[in-house]
Nanobody, 126 residues
Framework: VQLVESGGGLVQPGGSLRLSCRDSGSTLNYYAIGWFRQAPGKEREAISCISSNDGSTYYVDSVKGRFTNSRDKAKNTVYLQMNNLKPEDTAVYYC????????????????????WGQGTQVNVSS
């Protein structure tokens, strides 16, 4: 599994971005995919997860209602649509997959993920 994120950039507060997570090995559909972010000087934190079996999604409170995690199985891609972005959303965003299984059972735990992308920078600033 080789995950690659894209879609980051600079956006003004209140703006939107859509991040993409792809797997060069075309196996993404079999995995739950978690999204994490790491702001400067802070620990990496989980923000969302989408399961592979039924597409269930999970969010932390800080992004609930603003971010939408979805997957397009035909394109073997997972998306994180981010709306109403705030300066505190500035971070490097990562997608990650657990070693086995398609559920988000332990989605908040960094150690539950074996595969990580390289990250994409999101800057929210006026």
């Amino acid at each position: 599994v080789q995950l690659v994120e894209s879609g980051g950039g600079l956006v003004q507060p209140g703006g939107s971005l859509r991040l993409s997570c792809r797997d060069s090995g075309s196996t993404l559909n079999y995995y739950a995919i978690g999204w994490f972010r790491q702001a400067p000087g802070k620990e990496r934190e989980a923000i969302s997860c989408i399961s592979s079996n039924d597409g269930s999604t999970y969010y932390v409170d800080s992004v609930k209602g603003r971010f939408t995690n979805s997957r397009d199985k035909a394109k073997n891609t997972v998306y994180l649509q981010m709306n109403n972005l705030k300066p505190e959303d500035t971070a490097v965003y990562y997608c990650a997959a657990p070693g086995i299984g398609g559920s988000c059972l332990e989605w908040l735990r960094i150690g539950a993920y074996d595969y990580w992308g390289q990250g994409t920078q999101v800057n929210v600033s006026s």
